[in-house]
């Protein structure tokens, strides 16, 4: 009889000592010092496998109905997790109606109507506060057109923050960070962008051009970048003429031209083209075409000018608006 108890009492701890190791397992947490070597991502999934291992254990599917719905309900519940886990961090879509305001806002800005764009962004904003689309558009505006470069650097920062998966978002972050000259925050943010969309042209143009543009330049990388933008989009001018640039500091002129003709082909009024053009021409010895380029440069610029005394003379009220 003592030697039975005994057995009786040593087969009681083992059970005790599997029960605790199952619990330990499926919880995290029992009489057993033993913890799960997964993460708690993958708990469905274990119960999901302990399931079906009770269900084969009992016998057939046919013959164990209960127990078919034990096994799949965990299933159910893991495919689930990893859908949401997978779509939770998308943005949310921009309204139609934003969406509308937002446009308007770029149409009147290219047409020289700074506060018709900033009404019409306000309004956006009005109806959702927290749209990257229009902040960033806002923040462009800002630093562009209203020479508020604190303001502009604030906004686009909300954006990014309220928006961190949206590449549009870190996007004008980083150009407004390139502007201020903070050129390592600015690349990490351009990095993030193509990140979020991989071969997105002008991301990598301007990762491109931040390479070229930093203290210690990196025209390898940079070129790198920039021929990435060129392939993406063929007729992005400003792909082209930040390419020709890395190619004139590389010495490799004959290209640089290429690139900055393409440049101004697609972009007429591209001052800055015009100008980088010149320089590659006269490098090559073409003196009556780098004249030429530098010529309609000069054109430009004083175009430029004018229009900038004009529109400062139209907001304090010197010119008539109607």
Request: proline share 6%; hydrophobic share 40%.
């Amino acid at each position: 009889m003592g030697g039975a108890g005994k057995i009786d009492k040593d087969l009681a701890r083992k059970r005790e000592r599997s029960e605790g190791r199952e619990n330990t397992m499926e919880t995290g947490t029992g009489p057993g010092t033993h913890r799960s070597p997964f993460p708690s991502r993958f708990r469905p999934f274990r119960v999901f496998a302990l399931s079906l291992f009770r269900v084969f254990h009992l016998g057939s599917l046919h013959e164990s109905p209960l127990a078919l719905i034990i096994a799949v309900c965990p299933g159910l519940f893991f495919l689930a997790s990893c859908r949401s886990t997978n779509t939770a961090a998308q943005p949310a879509p921009t309204p139609p109606e934003v969406a509308r305001l937002v446009e308007k806002a770029a149409r009147d800005r290219a047409a020289g109507d700074t506060p018709g764009a900033r009404a019409a962004l306000e309004e956006a904003l009005r109806l959702r506060p927290d749209d990257p689309r229009a902040l960033v558009a806002l923040g462009r505006l800002q630093l562009l057109d209203l020479s508020d470069p604190d303001a502009a650097l604030a906004t686009c920062r909300r954006a990014a923050a309220v928006a961190p998966t949206d590449p549009d978002a870190h996007y004008g972050l980083g150009q407004q960070l390139h502007f201020q000259g903070q050129i390592d925050a600015a690349r990490a943010e351009f990095q993030e962008a193509l990140r979020l969309r991989p071969g997105w042209s002008h991301a990598a143009a301007w990762l491109g051009t931040t390479e070229l543009e930093s203290l210690h330049a990196d025209a390898p990388a940079a070129t790198r970048h920039l021929e990435a933008a060129v392939a993406a989009e063929p007729r992005y001018a400003y792909a082209r003429y930040q390419l020709g640039r890395a190619y004139s500091r590389a010495g490799r002129w004959k290209e640089a031209a290429a690139a900055l003709e393409a440049a101004v082909a697609l972009n007429p009024g591209y001052r800055e083209a015009h100008y980088a053009l010149g320089q590659a021409l006269e490098h090559l010895g073409r003196r009556e075409a780098a004249r030429a380029a530098l010529h309609r440069f000069y054109q430009l610029d004083v175009a430029r000018r004018q229009r900038r005394s004009r529109d400062v003379r139209r907001h304090a009220g010197a010119i008539d608006q109607g």
